[in-house]
């Protein structure tokens, strides 16, 4: 299980960076600074850095504070929520927004198909405890819900929105907010069955 979590994060890692380089170099007429923050206003971006994190201090333990977070429980199925939901909404939402070919196609299956299902194995595999409760759902709604409030304000003021279901300039502010409550809806739905999976898997374990 650890060289299947150092390869993970490995491959996790090097998506992360190609697809950097490729967003760098597709935006050249913007600023570097710029090209930068778009690269980090990404949900897809935010949660495979945290699944990357997550990975290598599983892989390679460490005792500082960075490491302690990243290998609690709950902060491992928060990550294992957030990598599905990434999943999820790519599938049914973004898949087919523009053509890709090439390393693009390449950094873009991985970091919304590849990493979701390694780190949802990693997770159901090795990270599972038993010891999840509904607060911890409710808990890791707070970064969905706070990159909602980020992208909103970073677009009113920048004109650019990460997503097409965010994009308040076509759709509206009525429309977006109806988008993010049903995203955020079905974020919390998703969070309780991972907390049911993990209870159910602690407990066959425990028996």
């Given amino acids: 299980m650890r ?21 760098v170099r597709r935006n050249l007429p ?10 980090f206003s990404f949900f897809t971006i935010l949660s495979n850095i945290m699944a990357a994190l997550t990975l290598t201090f599983a892989a390679f333990p460490l005792t500082s504070a960075p490491a302690r977070f990243f290998t609690r429980s709950s902060v491992r199925a928060g990550v ?5 939901i990434t999943a999820l909404v790519y599938f049914f939402l973004l898949r087919n927004l523009r053509p890709l070919e090439g ?6 299956r991985t970091l919304h198909d590849v990493m979701p299902l390694a780190f949802v194995a ?5 990270a599972t405890t038993g010891t999840l409760r509904v ?9 969905p819900a706070a990159f909602a409030i980020y992208s909103l304000i970073r677009g009113a003021y920048s004109g650019r929105y990460p997503y097409p279901f965010l ?9 977006t907010f109806t988008n993010i409550a049903m995203l955020l809806t079905g974020f919390v739905v998703l969070a309780l069955i991972l907390v049911a999976l993990d209870r ?8």
């Fill in 80 to 84: 294992a929520a957030y990598m599905t």
């Fill in 200 to 207: 159910a898997i602690g407990k066959r374990r425990a028996a």
């Fill in 167 to 175: 994009d308040v300039a076509k759709l509206g502010y009525p429309q």
């Fill in 103 to 108: 390393w693009a196609l390449v950094a873009d």
């Fill in 3 to 23: 060289v299947f979590v150092a390869i993970a994060a490995a491959v996790g890692w090097s998506a992360l960076v190609l697809q950097y380089v490729l967003l």
């Fill in 122 to 126: 990693f997770w159901l595999l090795a």
């Fill in 135 to 143: 607060k911890h759902a409710l808990v890791w709604l707070i970064f």
């Fill in 30 to 39: 913007i600023d570097l600074l710029t090209r930068t923050i778009n690269f």
